[in-house]
Each structure stands twice: as C-alpha cells, then as structure tokens.
C-alpha cells in the first residue's frame, strides 16, 4: 500500500504502481502494436539537478516515453490526489523550463 492507497499490480512481470499505470500501459502496448506510437519505454529518467557539494542528483523519472508522429511523448499516468504533489509539480515545472517537454497526464 502507497501512501495514496493506490495498490500495485504486476503484467508482463513488470511492477506497476497502480492498477491504473498498468492499465494504461495495456492500452499503450495494442497501440504500439497497431502502429499508432513507437518505441515504448518504461520508467526513463531525465536529470534535473546535477549531484553537487549540496546533495545527490535529482531526476524525474516517467512512467512512459514513446514517439507519436515522430514526436516524443513523455507520459505519467496520475490520479488528481498525485497530480497535486508539490514536488512532482515543481519536477514537471522543471522538465517544461529544461527540455521543453510537457508531460501528458492521463
């Protein structure tokens, strides 16, 4: 149990947070089958902050990445409670001012 009461379940063998991540990752692979997107990856990380004498490096690791019509796509699947977590909020502020990626909630 997560600190949002979310339950985690495992497809593929892959470890999901949430039912609704795992749905969502379902959903993600029919369409990588069927053309729609391309190149789908799991849980990669985009640094923020380097390490430094301060503290250790600080990353926002996505729950999805895959290219739609030659576009990347940067994707976290968030329920409305995480979405309003003031330090995913500030690393998404981050990955807009850093990489220019905006990041699809769903």
Not at 3 to 16: E, L, N, P, T, W
Not at 46 to 64: N, Q, T
Not at 69 to 75: M, R, T
Request: proline fraction near 2%; charged fraction near 35%; glycine fraction near 4%.
């Amino acid at each position: 149990m997560t600190k949002y009461h979310s339950k985690a379940v495992i497809v593929d063998g892959i470890r999901f947070a949430s039912k609704h991540e795992a749905n969502r990752y379902r959903e993600l692979l029919l369409m990588e089958r069927a053309k729609a997107i391309q190149d789908l990856k799991l849980q990669v990380a985009f640094p923020l902050i380097k390490k430094s004498a301060y503290g250790r490096e600080i990353k926002y690791v996505c729950d999805f990445c895959y290219y739609e019509d030659g576009k990347l796509v940067v994707e976290d699947a968030k329920s409305a409670i995480t979405k309003r977590n003031p330090v995913y909020r500030l690393k998404r502020r981050l990955m807009q001012e850093l990489y220019g990626i905006t990041i699809k909630e769903t």
